[in-house]
């Protein structure tokens, strides 16, 4: 729906929540970011690894790499000057390259940026390797070797360039690690203990901190949910869906964080507990909380049983380690203090300490019967500009007269916006009406040439005297800051092309046409057969 196409805003969007998170580096993708995206992470404190273009592809003609050679010049003369980037990857990622190229992409970073702390990293694999300071590979669960390095070298410094991901082959990309928020706590409790910490020997965010600092760290693979141009099924192994919704897992990275305040950043900081379980029928017994508390006290209802947990002191292993309050939650239960009109009694208060003191809380609720909508923009407190490409993300929710979410339910929820932006997309992406999944259903606004006031509003599908009532949302937009080279007539023809329904497709028929389809979708399947055997050749 848009692609490369994200404004400046969803750009610092993106890295305010990845900051929030508590994630310190960045390593970006394999083509230049978007300067917005850069200059997002100079004033939010990101670390930047560069990439150059390229991935698991060699030519042997001349012409090949010097055009690399060209790239990576552009790449270092453009990102040069922004002090987020913290290293430089002038290689070709996942790619058996020559032991002179290596060679040559030194020399040419060199001579584009000669200065102190310009540094640079490889795989520990690839040829050419002894003339990088800094080498990729994973860490053995605190034993201090490698997967891939068979003896850590004194004068290296190493990193992760990709954990996280766990198929089971490349071409069926069955993964714990990939969930879509749509199914539900459990599988998302699961996602995020991976990431945390297994009970298999796998790279993960304990086994991370429990290698000497000669391993500086690694990187998720990957913070959001995206659409892969090599392989026909989304990714959903990210913390956060792509419209940037989190998943549980993102609560136990920010359980990571330094508990101090910190005044001096623009992003989240300080003490936190959250509590990842939704009351559901379906809710495990078990409750599993993320803190970065020295303490954390766990109470089931108004009369229920109080749990402590105390963070034992350890130099070893992840810094907040998941909080798991065994047997706590019991449905009949709250259906006993249901039917005796106590339904306020019945909660799970987590209470996190540190000296003693409570510094954070978190609550949660049983969401009963669904009777209205909410709406809100997920904005990052973020104004919408009039400049006709600026986007921010709207999030209907179904819930109950509390509004507390009603995570199980199948309503669909119909928007409509009135004032000057458009939603994004069409019918034939399922824009409008969005199902509801995991109780909630994001759309994306763009936002007109002229300012004024934008009302979206939000209906279920379904009619009747007992659905959901409606919600409105009012959005101001601001003036852009700069004058407009487009005519704004020719921008809002844009925006009313971009809404347009399509026209209905012709049904394909005959023989030919079924028999072209079936021999396409074999060429297919070759194809994602070769990008196996790549990622497994690589590995």
């Not at 208060?349 to 969401?367: C, D, M, R, Y």
């Not at 909630?440 to 959901?468: D, N, S, Y």
Request: net charge negative; proline share 7%.
């Amino acid at each position: 729906m848009v692609g490369n196409a994200l404004s400046n805003s969803l750009h610092w969007r993106d890295a305010k929540k990845l900051r929030d998170a508590g994630l310190r580096v960045i390593r970006n993708a394999h083509y230049p970011q978007d300067p917005a995206f850069m200059d997002a992470c100079d004033e939010l404190g990101l670390f930047v690894i560069v990439n150059t273009p390229g991935w698991q592809f060699w030519n042997n003609e001349p012409i090949f790499a010097e055009r690399v050679y060209n790239d990576i010049r552009n790449m270092v003369r453009r990102d040069r000057n922004h002090p987020s980037v913290w290293l430089w990857e002038p290689i070709l990622n996942e790619t058996w390259y020559p032991e002179d190229f290596a060679k040559n992409v030194l020399d040419i970073l060199n001579e584009e940026c000669p200065y102190p702390y310009c540094y640079a990293g490889c795989d520990a694999t690839a040829k050419g390797r002894e003339y990088f300071p800094v080498q990729f590979t994973h860490p053995v669960n605190g034993l201090g070797g490698a997967y891939n390095a068979r003896v850590l070298e004194p004068e290296v410094a190493y990193f992760t360039r990709e954990w996280g991901d766990n198929v089971d082959d490349w071409y069926s990309h069955n993964s714990p690690s990939r969930v879509n928020r749509a199914w539900g706590e459990v599988p998302m409790l699961v996602q995020a203990q991976g990431y945390a910490k297994t009970d298999y020997q796998y790279t993960n965010y304990d086994a991370l901190y429990r290698n000497p600092r000669q391993h500086m760290g690694g990187c998720l693979w990957h913070s959001f949910d995206h659409q892969r141009g090599y392989h026909p099924d989304p990714f959903y192994g990210g913390i956060m869906d792509a419209f940037r919704q989190p998943k549980l897992s993102y609560y136990m990275f920010c359980s990571q964080r330094p508990a101090e305040v910190n005044d001096r950043l623009i992003s989240e900081t300080g003490p936190m507990v959250y509590i990842a379980h939704a009351m559901t029928p379906f809710s495990p017994k078990d409750v599993t909380v993320y803190s970065n508390c020295d303490e954390v006290r766990l109470s089931f209802g108004k009369y229920g049983k109080q749990l402590v947990y105390k963070k034992m002191p350890s130099s070893e292993g992840m810094p907040s380690p998941v909080i798991t309050f065994p047997d706590v939650w019991d449905v009949m239960a709250d259906k006993q203090l249901a039917r005796a009109n106590k339904h306020d009694d019945s909660y799970l208060l987590a209470e996190g300490l540190i000296n003693g003191q409570v510094v954070a809380t978190h609550k949660v609720t049983p969401s009963r019967r669904p009777s209205k909508l909410l709406l809100w923009a997920d904005n990052e407190a973020v104004e919408m500009t009039a400049d006709g490409s600026d986007l921010v993300t709207v999030v209907g929710a179904v819930a109950d007269g509390d509004g507390v979410i009603k995570r199980l339910n199948n309503y669909h929820i119909r928007f409509e916006v009135e004032g000057p932006a458009q939603l994004v997309g069409n019918a034939e992406t399922f824009t409008n009406p969005r199902p509801v999944q995991w109780g909630t259903a994001p759309i994306l606004l763009r936002a007109a040439t002229t300012p004024g006031k934008v009302k979206v509003k939000a209906f279920v599908t379904m009619e009747g005297k007992h659905v959901p009532l409606s919600a409105e949302l009012v959005i101001e937009t601001r003036a852009a800051a700069h004058p407009l080279v487009t005519a704004g007539d020719e921008m809002e023809a844009l925006g009313k092309q971009a809404v347009a329904t399509p026209q209905a497709k012709q049904t394909r028929t005959g023989d030919c046409e079924e028999r072209l389809q079936q021999l396409q979708q074999e060429l297919n399947r070759l194809k994602l057969k070769e990008v196996e055997k790549q990622q497994s050749d690589f590995e």
